[in-house]
């Protein structure tokens, strides 16, 4: 089981850091990701971390301003991001892969999603 949270209002230019706690398997087994998706619009792959941390996905629109980073030890992932903008409005879900893909259907299981929502 994959639990977001850390969601919530915030301005633009603001900062939010999600964070997602794994229960009932090893998450080091896994690649974890973050997946969104915005009122109207389909799911995308947003970051994506994999098992040795040897390999992380960002998606181009939020390079550089988000950052994702696990802890094995206490079975979770997080997502710190900087420099919200409206465009970065959505339900956050915490996911897990065999191997980081940006694609929903290569998820193996998706945890409940947190809201964001950048507005002024």
């Known amino acids: 089981q994959l639990q977001a949270s850390g969601g919530g209002l915030v301005q633009p230019g603001g900062s939010l850091r999600l964070s997602c706690a794994a229960s009932g398997f090893t998450l080091d087994y896994y690649a974890i990701g973050w997946f969104r998706q915005a009122p109207g619009k389909e799911r995308e792959g947003v970051s994506c971390i994999a098992s040795r941390d040897s390999i992380i996905y960002y998606l181009d629109s939020v390079k550089g301003r988000f950052t994702i980073s696990r802890d094995n030890a206490k079975k979770k992932v997080y997502l710190q991001m900087n420099s919200l903008k409206p465009e970065d409005t959505a339900v956050y879900y915490c996911?897990?892969?065999?191997?980081?893909?940006?694609?929903?259907?290569?998820?193996?299981?998706w945890g409940k999603g947190t809201l964001v929502t950048v507005s002024s």
């Open positions: 996911v897990a892969q065999i191997a980081c893909n940006p694609s929903p259907y290569s998820v193996v299981y």
